[in-house]
T-cell receptor, first 118, second 116 residues
Framework: AQSVAQPEDQVNVAEGNPLTVKCTYS??????LFWYVQYPNRGLQFLLK??????LVKGSYGFEAEFNKSQTSFHLKKPSALVSDSALYFC????????????????FGKGTKLSVKP | DTGVSQDPRHKITKRGQNVTFRCDPI?????LYWYRQTLGQGPEFLTY????????KSRLLSDRFSAERPKGSFSTLEIQRTEQGDSAMYLC??????????????FGPGTRLTVL
């Protein structure tokens, strides 16, 4: 079954320290992977995606993610956390079960709450 | 603002009533998705449209749910005879077709439904 796992419900980081939010996936074929961020009472905002190419993907607000095929992981990283990065982060993979993924719908993890303290 | 918009933002209703939500996607996008998000969970796919055609419905979409996109622009999601279990955030997203390189989904702010 296709799925996304975010093993940490919450990640706590001090401002200025590096942060990592973990994501592992299970999907048939080559994965299309995404990270989204959700602020309170707001919709999801796209951060970055991996489709093909370089394993290190750079996205919005200084975030990047590293695709690791052997470990089936797509961890989100940022070298120096800001208090304003505190939010809910979702990893997602495109559903590839039908039509080779041409449906396009996403399968999301449960989310990880990131808390950055001053 | 040229993003995805949803209306209303909040809806409180009594069990058994019907509710309808509207989504206006980004104008150039021909794909439109509906998701449902409950507390502590990630969004779950409900259905999607390419232009006016509804091409897929998940098993989460019971017979009480219906979605339309009559002119290939805005979409509506109707829930008939609401139940307390329908309480959730309903998210709409739009995108270009997934085979294009620029195919990430852009989400609206959601409609939070509370069924009393």
């Amino acid at each position: 079954a296709q799925s996304v796992a975010q093993p940490e419900d919450q990640v706590n980081v001090a401002e200025g320290n590096p942060l990592t939010v973990k994501c592992t996936y299970s999907v048939s074929g080559n994965p299309y992977l995404f990270w989204y961020v959700q602020y309170p009472n707001r919709g999801l905002q796209f951060l970055l995606k991996y489709i093909t190419g370089d394993n290190l993907v750079k996205g919005s607000y200084g975030f990047e993610a590293e695709f690791n095929k052997s470990q089936t992981s797509f961890h989100l990283k940022k070298p120096s956390a800001l208090v304003s990065d505190s939010a809910l982060y979702f990893c997602a993979v495109r559903d590839m079960r039908n039509y080779g993924g041409s449906q396009g719908n996403l399968i999301f993890g449960k989310g990880t709450k990131l808390s950055v303290k001053p | 603002d040229t993003g995805v918009s949803q209306d209303p933002r909040h809806k409180i209703t009594k069990r058994g009533q019907n509710v309808t939500f509207r989504c206006d996607p980004i104008s150039e996008h021909n794909r439109l998705y509906w998701y449902r998000q409950t507390l502590g969970q990630g969004p779950e796919f409900l259905t999607y449209f390419q232009n006016e055609a509804q091409l897929e419905k998940s098993r989460l979409l019971s017979d009480r749910f219906s979605a339309e996109r009559p002119k290939g622009s805005f979409s509506t999601l109707e829930i008939q005879r609401t139940e307390q279990g329908d309480s959730a955030m309903y998210l709409c997203a739009s995108s270009f077709p997934p085979r294009t390189s620029d195919n990430e989904q852009f989400f609206g702010p959601g409609t939070r439904l509370t069924v009393l």
